[in-house]
Each structure stands twice: as C-alpha cells, then as structure tokens.
C-alpha cells in the first residue's frame, strides 16, 4: 500500500503542485520522493511509500536500466510476479514485484500487462520512447485510483482525489476529479509540451471472465462440473490459494475478524497456512465493539478457536461520534452506510498502528457481494435476478465497501489483502449456476458454508452465524450503532434545514438528517463534488428507508431465539 500522484503539462510551478503531493502522505510513511521527467519539466511523479516488499530497492518511480525509457509509480501487490519471471525468463534488476509490468510492458504492450498481472493495483506508466502514458486499475478497484484530464491536455493522477482537487491550474479543474474506472486502462498520447491527449479507454477484465493469468498459477487446473461435491472442493481450493498468495510480505501480517463468517474464515485459513510455512511470530487478529457487542463476543470465540493472539479495542460513543468529521475526509464519500461501517473500521486500523507492528492486514471485504450475503437476498425474486445483483454489487465495490477498507486503513499507513476479491476465486463462484449460490433454508451464504462445514476450521455456530453488518454488530444488542448515530445527529441538524436539503443538494438529496450532517462535512472538503457517489448504497426487493440490516423483517440477532 502506497501513494502515487503524477501530473503532466502543468503550467504552475512544480515545486508549488507538490504540496498536493503530501495530503496523501499518510498511504506510506516511510519514505517520499518526488522526480521530475527527463526532457518534460512539466511533468513529475511523486510517491509515498510503505516498505512490504524489498526495502532497499523499493523506490519509485521504478526505473531499471534494461528500459531507461520507462517510468512506473504503482500502488499494489502482483502476486504472480514469479510466476511471470519464470514463464517468460525475464531478468529482473529487483526484488519489487512491481517490475514485472515494465517486463510485460516491454514484452507485449498495456493489454497484455494489464491482464496477466494476478493482484491489486494502481499505476501510472510513462513510455518516454513512445511518448505514451497509461493508466490502469485491477478488477475491483481493491487499490484507488483518482485522474483529472482538462480540455488543454493537464493531467494528474492520484491515490486519492484530496491529491488532484487544489492543483493550480491556468483553467479551473471544476468537477473533473474522478474515480478511475477499476478493471479498465487508458492510453494517453504524450506531446513534446508535456500535455496529454486520450486515446482510448479500454475495459480489460470483467469479473465473471476467468482472467488470462490462470495460465501461470500456482493451482492447476480443476475438475469440472457442477455435482455438490466438486463444487465444495473447488471453493475450498481456490479461496486456500486466495489467502496462500497474498502472504507475501516482508512486515508482520495481522488480520481483522468480527467474528462474522468471512473475516473468520480469513482469519482461521490464514493461521493455518502460516503455521506451514514456519512464520517466526502469532497472527494477531483485531475486534473492535462496545462492550458485550455481538462481534466482540463471536470474535473471542473464533480467535480461541484458532489460536491467535487477540486484541479487543472497546468502542465508546463519544469516540466514535468525534471520529465522524475526519472518516469522511479520508473516505470522500458521504455515503451512509459506509460511513457507518467506516468508524469502527478507522478506529480500530488506528488502534493496530499505534499498539502494534502488524502492518499487512487482512480482511474478509467482498465476501457479502460475491457469495449474495446481504440480508435482502432473501428477498430475490429469482436465483438468476439473484446473480445479476451479485454483479451489480461487485462492480460497484470501488464506490462502497473496498473504498471504506482502503481508507480507514490506509489513513493509519496499513495495507489492507481481499481474499475474497481474488480473480480466480470470484470468477469461477461467478461461473456456478446461479440456483446454487442463492440463501437457503433461511441462511444467506449457504454454499459458502456448506463448503467448509466438515473442514473444522471454525466452530459450527460461527460457521452457520447470520450475518450482521459490521456498523451494527459492533454495538450492542439493545441498541445498533445507527441508532446511536441518529441520536446524536437528531440534535445537530434542526428539522427546517432537512425540509430545506433537495433545494441546497439537488443531487443525491439527503433524506434523513443523518444523511443532512454527513453531507454538509463532505462539501465543508469537497465542495461541489457529489457526482463521486452517484447513489447511495440500499437493500433491493425491500421498502427500506435505511441501509441497515436491522431494519429489515428478516434480521435476527445472536440473542434472539
């Protein structure tokens, strides 16, 4: 997990730009550098870095002597980066995983780049012999990736947008700051003026494709067909492999468990596989709950279970209201369920730096959108609608739930690992028939249960244990989180504003006054740029007025006969 920014044909100063540089300094503390191009004085890169892998050559932008022509700022992990050496004999001049994709670059251009590499990733690639710039970003979007481009060709590039929105410019920027679409490339012409030009926007992967790098990996391939059996076996497989490849790294390894099905199951695979490759220190896994929460309670069970050493950070409302103003700086969004989600979330991440070495984190994000885990899909009208939404969800992940891991724990300079999201993985459940992967007998994720009912790798009631989003099952029983949040809210925003809120927020109008307060913080920093979201995340098939899963008839605590 890094920070990356770059910026082409700027009429401002370099030196006065790069002050925008640093409000993303928080993606990696240990060390920044900025670089001016050679031959383009209006071009720089700029890089933020948190050494995991190969902490004596890790710089960038990565620059090797075989292509003095090429420059490459990228954020993320290539987990099949070895794989690609040996495959195609490339002779690489680092340890970085990074340098495969000036190999591959080199080797066969940005389509073939972009979709042999296994992992997450962000990166600007500037081809100087060319005069060519690309962007690219992985499938789901796992790492961010922010660009504006102006009608006079000024071009810059960041992890986050807070990085490109106070850029000085000869023109405004005006809303031009946007998500960079995940699963896609963009080439860019380079003139001798350092401006750019695009040329094409190209979707290279979509997520029920299987992707061409399954070529190279490390599982062969599986049995086929879709008897209940195999299927199992597979899922077992694949998800094993998931978590086994994203054990690369150089820092300590920590894991976040809420004591729902998908973080434990991270959690209890992943202490597994380290105990077989003889990791010289405990997994310490991380909860976070007011105290006698449900998480808090079912984490303690699973980390027992497993044999972790376990961390509880104990949640109080005041904290947590205080954290509100400055989760929505780092998240750029003022969705609310996201919001929600991501205190609990920042707040722990910011307990992990400051108590502990543990800087690779993993976590159990994806898992609700791949395998249909939200409540409302009870309320499918068809297992094939069922499947539809289950694309839906992924392809919007960038928006909601990979935006809120990535923030909150990039805001504490951690990197997050997705599991769940792994190409293969998602792209072969995607690939079962979609009567197999909706709830059943009442239980969302059956499948994804059922495959690991006979492994032991949980207790049964954590296996079989109904789903609770993390922003409720980290507060108590009596009480959801949402609800404390509206209470406090109901006294920050007088009830003539709200009536007032289409007029003032014509676009995404906020209906509640809890949707009222976090608004009115994301324009105090983000004036003008609601098109970021362009709706808020809801249940479908439902009457809901609000996110959260308490609030559907279907939902039943651990409590609750």
């Not at 000024?154 to 946007?178: D, M, Q, R, Y």
């Not at 054990?247 to 380290?274: E, F, N, P, T, Y």
């Not at 599991?419 to 009442?442: M, V, W």
Request: glycine letters at 6%.
């Amino acid at each position: 997990m890094c920070g990356i920014w770059a910026l082409f044909g700027s009429d401002e100063c370099l030196s006065v730009q790069c002050l925008s540089a640093m409000k993303i300094a928080h993606r990696g503390p240990d060390a920044f550098r900025f670089e001016n191009v050679n031959g383009f004085t209006n071009c720089c890169f700029g890089f933020h870095r948190l050494a995991v892998v190969d902490q004596l050559y890790g710089m960038q932008p990565i620059r090797v002597k075989k292509f003095p022509y090429l420059w490459l700022c990228y954020n993320g992990e290539i987990y099949n980066f070895k794989q690609l050496q040996k495959q195609f004999g490339f002779d690489f001049q680092t340890l970085v995983d990074g340098e495969v994709i000036l190999h591959l670059y080199n080797r066969g251009g940005i389509e073939q780049t972009a979709s042999m590499l296994d992992g997450v990733f962000a990166f600007i690639l500037l081809d100087t012999a060319n005069r060519k710039v690309f962007l690219a970003r992985d499938t789901y979007g796992v790492r961010p990736l922010f660009k504006v481009l102006t009608d006079d060709g000024f071009l810059g590039v960041c992890s986050e947008a807070k990085g490109l929105i106070n850029l000085k410019h000869s023109t405004s920027l005006g809303s031009k700051v946007e998500p960079f679409l995940p699963g896609h490339y963009e080439v860019l012409d380079l003139k001798p003026s350092g401006k750019v030009a695009s040329v094409e926007l190209v979707k290279f992967h979509s997520c029920k494709d299987e992707p061409l790098h399954v070529a190279c990996d490390t599982v062969e391939a599986l049995p086929s067909g879709f008897d209940l059996e195999t299927v199992k076996s597979n899922i077992r497989i694949l998800f094993e492999n998931a978590v086994r490849k994203r054990l690369m790294a150089h820092r300590r390894i920590g894991c976040l468990l809420s004591g729902g099905l998908d973080s434990s199951l991270v959690a209890a695979i992943l202490l597994k596989l380290m105990k077989e490759i003889n990791v010289n220190y405990p997994l310490q896994t991380f909860a976070i709950g007011m105290e006698n929460s449900p998480d808090l309670l079912a984490a303690r069970k699973v980390a027992a279970h497993i044999g972790s050493e376990h961390h509880e950070v104990i949640l109080n409302t005041e904290e947590g209201i205080q954290a509100i103003e400055e989760v929505i700086f780092s998240l750029e969004t003022y969705d609310i369920t996201t919001i929600r989600a991501s205190i609990g979330m920042y707040l722990v991440s910011k307990y992990i730096r400051k108590k502990t070495d543990s800087v690779v984190i993993f976590s159990g994000e994806g898992s609700d959108e791949l395998t249909q885990g939200y409540i409302y899909f009870h309320k499918a009208p068809s297992p094939e609608e069922a499947a539809e939404e289950s694309e839906r969800l992924l392809k919007e992940l960038y928006l909601f739930d990979v935006l809120r891991a990535d923030r909150t724990t990039a805001a504490h300079g951690l990197e997050l690992r997705v599991p769940f999201l792994d190409h293969r993985f998602t792209s072969y459940y995607l690939s079962l028939p979609a009567e197999l992967r909706i709830p059943k007998n009442g239980i969302e994720k059956y499948l994804l249960r059922l495959s690991f009912e006979d492994s032991n790798l949980l207790p049964k009631e954590i296996l079989w244990r109904p789903k609770e989003a993390f922003s409720d099952g980290i507060a108590s029983v009596k009480k959801s989180w949402f609800s404390i949040l509206q209470d406090y809210i109901d006294q920050q925003v007088d009830d003539l504003l709200l009536e007032k809120a289409a007029e003032k927020y014509p676009f995404n109008p906020p209906k509640t006054k809890e949707s009222y307060y976090y608004r009115q913080i994301f324009e105090k920093h983000y004036c003008g740029r609601s098109s970021w979201l362009p709706h808020y995340w809801m249940p479908r098939w439902v009457k809901a007025t609000d996110p959260s899963a308490r609030t559907l008839k279907h939902y039943k605590s651990d409590t609750q006969e």
